[in-house]
């Protein structure tokens, strides 16, 4: 039980003095406009230093090669990729279509009345219109590089890892070695994004956060779950845009 609790000390330290920073940061930006309008920035330095602040005061190096930032095996990495994508995005877009269709409906239910202020925009397949935001390349690439690579390497890179050294995989899922520690860092990952705001319904990037790290575990990288990380966001932003006013 010592070992235990020494081995969770470092990485649990870690997430709360990150997303306390970054909690602060997301208050201070409702009354600073130059923190609210780079707050994504400002988050993203958080999360991608916090493994070797943390690291360092452990006594140690950290090597952002082995904590995943690195694009090899490429061939692998590529696979994994387009087999997500291909068993992913059709059901997300039939699910997105099929959930809003049924909540924002009338008559309403309690459903309807948790999620009013979506439904009061809500367009419906038939009078929105597929398009894509403005400034789309830079909303992509912003995506990729200020949001999912940082919170990849921090989460999947360096806590998930730090957590399998308590908790040794034990299972083998399709080619990857996973375990509890995947299960507690994709909680870390939800109440993280719930604690910097507020929004029950952020809860639900659990799921997700279940499949980057087994892309994690699977590749030995970030680089395929902080590119699949990036477009579930970017389809995410083409489909609100589209069938919400």
Not at 25 to 34: D, E, K, N, R, T
Not at 99 to 125: D, I, K, Q
Not at 139 to 161: D, H, N, T
Request: contains cysteine.
């Amino acid at each position: 039980m010592a070992r235990t609790s020494a081995g969770l000390r470092e990485p649990l330290l870690a997430f709360a003095a990150a997303t306390a920073l970054a909690s602060l940061l997301a208050a201070l930006g409702a009354l600073v406009p130059l923190v609210r309008n780079n707050l994504h920035a400002l988050i993203a330095v958080i999360f991608f230093y916090a493994p070797a602040v943390a690291a360092r005061r452990a006594g140690r190096e950290f090597d952002y090669r082995d904590a995943g930032l690195r694009v090899d095996p490429i061939a692998l990495n590529l696979g994994v990729l387009a087999v997500m994508s291909a068993l992913t995005f059709p059901a997300f877009v039939g699910g997105f279509f099929a959930f809003y269709g049924r909540v924002c409906t009338v008559p309403a239910s309690v459903a309807t009345r948790f999620f009013g202020m979506l439904c009061n925009r809500w367009l419906g397949f038939s009078d929105g219109h597929l398009h894509l935001p403005p400034g789309f390349v830079l909303l992509a690439a912003s995506q990729l590089v200020v949001v999912a690579i940082p919170e990849e390497l921090f989460f999947r890179g360096y806590l998930m890892e730090r957590l399998e050294r308590v908790w040794p995989p034990t299972r083998q899922l399709f080619g990857a070695k996973v375990g509890l520690a995947l299960v507690a860092s994709s909680a870390l990952f939800a109440l993280g994004h719930l604690l910097v705001i507020p929004n029950p319904q952020r809860l639900a990037v659990f799921f997700p956060a279940l499949v980057f790290g087994w892309m994690r575990a699977r590749t030995g990288s970030i680089a395929a779950g902080a590119t699949f990380h990036a477009l579930c966001n970017v389809v995410s932003d083409i489909l609100h845009v589209s069938y919400f006013s």
